[in-house]
């Protein structure tokens, strides 16, 4: 089983819709999520990170289940440059290293 | 913000070439310094991880010897290939993290091609 699994799409939505990804990790003593976004050849950017509470970010919220051990983001009004490859990312406790999920692909259509 | 700056961007050259990489974060301290490889539609793979003065601790399945790390400095690392092969063929990335554990910053990405 991978370590963090995530549906790779491709997803397609109109622009204006809200979409949803999910996203599941394996280890249970993982301590800090993150969302990247990743553009079509180029490095990861940070989008957010993800908290138990929940966190808020404009257009863009991300949950954290714990006790089911998934992560979502939510992308609200969706708009064309939205389109991109999310990556889920986990972080060990105790470890540096990020884990990443395999991403995925987003693209909004006008 | 952080920002990292990696060099060069895109490689192209021949089998058994030897390539080397950069790696530097501009406007801050990077303790430690991750390298990674993300082959087509695949996930980001850590490759290693390096401290600043000491040797790097790789990743299972990676040749410590063909993929030499060097973090001689708190704002510079080196990944050489050595004697790179087809399927070294990637996209490398590298990413920096302060003293202060934020999340890391990635640079630019190599896109490395051997023909």
């Known amino acids: 089983r991978k370590e963090v699994e995530q549906d790779p799409g491709p997803f397609n939505v109109p622009e204006g819709a809200t979409v949803a990804f999910n996203c599941t990790y394996s280890n249970s003593a993982s301590q800090s999520f993150f969302w990247y976004r990743q553009d079509c050849r180029k490095e990861p950017k940070l989008l957010m990170s993800v908290y138990s509470s929940g966190n808020e970010d404009g257009r863009f919220t991300a949950q954290l289940n714990r006790a089911s051990q998934y992560i979502s983001l939510l992308i609200r009004d969706s708009k064309l440059s939205d389109s991109a490859t999310y990556l889920c990312?986990?972080?060990?406790?105790?470890?540096?290293?990020?884990?990443f999920g395999q991403g995925t692909r987003l693209t909004i259509n006008p | 913000g952080a920002v990292v700056s990696q060099h060069p961007s895109r490689v192209i050259c021949k089998s058994g070439t030897s390539v080397k990489i950069e790696c530097r974060s501009l406007?801050?301290?990077?303790?430690?310094m991750f390298w990674y490889r993300q082959f087509p539609k695949k996930s980001l793979m850590l490759m290693a991880t390096?401290?600043?003065?000491?040797?790097?601790?790789?990743e299972q399945g990676v040749e410590k010897d063909k993929f030499l790390i060097n973090h001689a400095s708190l704002t510079l690392s080196t990944l050489t290939v050595t004697s790179a092969h087809p399927e070294d063929s990637s996209f490398y990335i590298c990413?920096?993290?302060?003293?202060?554990?934020?999340?890391?910053?990635f640079g630019d990405g190599t896109r490395l091609s051997i023909l």
């Open positions: 390096s401290n600043e003065g000491s040797k790097a601790t790789y």
């Open positions: 990413s920096a993290r302060d003293q202060f554990d934020q999340p890391q910053h």
């Open positions: 990312v986990v972080v060990e406790q105790g470890a540096q290293k990020l884990v």
């Open positions: 406007d801050f301290q990077a303790t430690t």
